[in-house]
C-alpha cells in the first residue's frame, strides 16, 4: 500500500553523471561559448581604451582607465538619434508586416485546399535560394518606377514578405488541431478572427523566432539600404552611418571610436534577444520534437 508520504514525494529527473565524455563535452562547450562571445567582449573592451591603448603593440587586453570619451565622440561624427531613427522604423516595420504576411500566408499555406497549392508553395521555397545580389537590380529598377527610391520606404516595400517566414509559419501552424479552428468557426468567427485570436497564439514561439530573425536582419542591413538610399544622407540607418567612423581620423586610426559606434549599434538587437530569449528556445524545442 502506497502511503501519502510516498504520493507527495517530488519526482526526480535524470541525474548528471560525470564521466570522461560528459566533462570533455562541458569543456568543448565552454571553448566554443568563449570563441563566440570573445568578438563582443572585445569590442566594448576597447570602446573603453585610450587611443594609445588601442595602437599598442601587443594589444592592452584591458582598458587602465575605463573612460565614455569615444561614446560622446560618436555623437559628434555620425547623427546618432537621426540615425537610430532611421534604424528603428526600417526595422519595426519591416519586422511587424513579415509577421501579418507570414501569418496569413502560411494559415492558408497549412490550412486551405486550392489548386496549385504545393507548386506555388515549392516557388516560394525555391526563392529562398537565391543569392541577394541576384535580385538587387530588378528591385532597385521596381522601387524607382514607384517612385521610391532615396526614402525609407524604398527600403521596406520590397521586404514586407519573407519566404522564410511563411515557411516557418506553415510548418507550425500546420501542429494547430483542425478540431479548434472548426469549433472557432462554428462559433461565428471569421477568418482573420481564427487566424489572430487561435491560430496565433498557439505558434507563439516561432512568432516570437521570426520577430527575432527578421528584426536583427532589417537592423543590420546595410546592401539595400546603401543602394536605394543614395544621396540621402539624413536616411541613411545606423550601419550605414557607422561606416563613416572608419574613414573618421584616418591618421591616427582611432579603433575605440569605431568600436563605440559598433557596441551602440548591436545593443537594440541583443536587448531583443533577452526579451525573446525564452520563446526562442521554446520555438527550438518544439520544432525538434515534431521532427
Do not use: C
Amino acid at each position: 500500500m502506497t502511503t501519502a508520504g510516498a504520493d507527495r514525494r517530488p519526482l526526480e529527473g535524470p541525474r548528471f553523471k560525470a564521466t570522461p565524455a560528459s566533462a570533455l563535452l562541458v569543456l568543448v562547450i565552454i571553448v566554443v561559448a568563449v570563441i563566440a562571445a570573445f568578438p563582443l567582449a572585445w569590442m566594448i573592451l576597447t570602446s573603453l581604451k585610450t587611443p594609445q591603448e588601442t595602437m599598442q603593440v601587443p594589444p592592452v587586453w584591458l582598458p587602465g582607465a575605463p573612460n565614455l570619451d569615444a561614446y560622446t565622440q560618436v555623437a559628434e561624427v555620425v547623427s546618432l538619434g537621426r540615425s537610430f531613427l532611421n534604424s528603428a522604423v526600417i526595422a519595426v516595420v519591416t519586422t511587424l508586416a513579415i509577421i501579418v504576411t507570414s501569418l496569413m500566408a502560411g494559415y492558408a499555406f497549412a490550412k486551405y485546399e486550392f489548386r496549385y497549392k504545393e507548386a506555388l508553395f515549392a516557388l516560394l521555397i525555391a526563392t529562398m535560394f537565391l543569392p541577394p545580389i541576384v535580385t538587387l537590380i530588378p528591385l532597385y529598377r521596381i522601387t524607382g518606377y514607384l517612385g521610391l527610391n532615396a526614402s525609407l520606404a524604398g527600403v521596406i516595400v520590397p521586404n514586407l514578405a519573407n519566404a522564410f517566414g511563411i515557411f516557418l509559419m506553415r510548418q507550425f501552424i500546420k501542429g494547430v488541431p483542425n478540431e479548434l479552428i472548426e469549433a472557432a468557426r462554428v462559433d461565428g468567427a471569421s477568418e482573420l478572427r481564427v487566424l489572430f485570436q487561435i491560430v496565433a497564439p498557439a505558434v507563439m514561439p516561432a512568432i516570437a523566432a521570426l520577430v527575432l530573425f527578421a528584426f536583427v536582419y532589417h537592423w543590420n542591413s546595410y546592401l539595400w539600404p546603401l543602394t536605394v538610399l543614395q544621396g540621402s544622407a539624413d536616411q541613411y540607418p545606423i550601419v550605414i552611418s557607422l561606416s563613416r567612423l572608419l574613414s573618421y581620423n584616418r591618421g591616427a586610426m582611432n579603433t575605440g571610436l569605431v568600436m563605440a559606434g559598433a557596441t551602440l549599434a548591436v545593443l537594440p538587437p541583443v536587448l531583443l534577444f533577452v526579451i525573446l530569449q525564452r520563446f526562442f528556445v521554446d520555438s527550438v524545442v518544439s520544432s525538434g520534437v515534431k521532427g
